[in-house]
């Protein structure tokens, strides 16, 4: 199975990080058209729609995290306020911006690092 992957190529050479685990959960950005409608004056009171430009579209991802390597990795990652490329398992790749970020820790007797993140992001 292909690795998720980050690249940064906001130093001219792209760099990429790669996600030790996938994460668990995903779903397509939908795409979410901007439409009006109103009725017209005729006779026949047809629709009349307007389209303007698609809303802004998000994406969200969730995982976990087992070593503060990755813990600390995925953080500075998630730092970064430019666009980065994130490319998935299935080779779909989407230029984002990140938004948000949460980390919960899940308490292992031998595992002090094991964490569930969520992250959203905005498509650019």
């Known amino acids: 199975m292909a690795q998720w992957k ?7 050479t792209p760099v990429d990080w790669t996600f ?9 950005p939908p795409r979410e058209a901007s439409i009006s409608e109103t009725q017209a004056v005729s006779p026949t009171g ?9 809303k802004v ?3 969200s991802f969730e995982g ?11 953080n500075a990652e998630l730092a970064k306020w430019y666009p980065v490329v994130l490319t998935d398992d299935q080779g779909n790749t989407w230029s984002i911006v990140f938004s948000k970020s949460s980390f919960k ?9 094991r964490f569930d993140y969520t992250v ?5």
Do not use: C, M
């Open 6 to 12: 980050i690249t940064d190529s906001s130093t001219g």
């Open 20 to 28: 030790p685990i996938n994460p668990i959960s995903f779903t397509h």
């Open 46 to 54: 047809g629709a009349i729609l307007f389209q303007g430009r698609d």
């Open 57 to 59: 579209v998000q994406l």
């Open 64 to 74: 976990l995290t087992n070593t503060q390597t990755f813990y600390n990795e995925l």
């Open 105 to 113: 820790r899940v308490k292992r007797a031998t595992n002090h690092w």
């Open 120 to 124: 959203n992001a905005i498509v650019v």
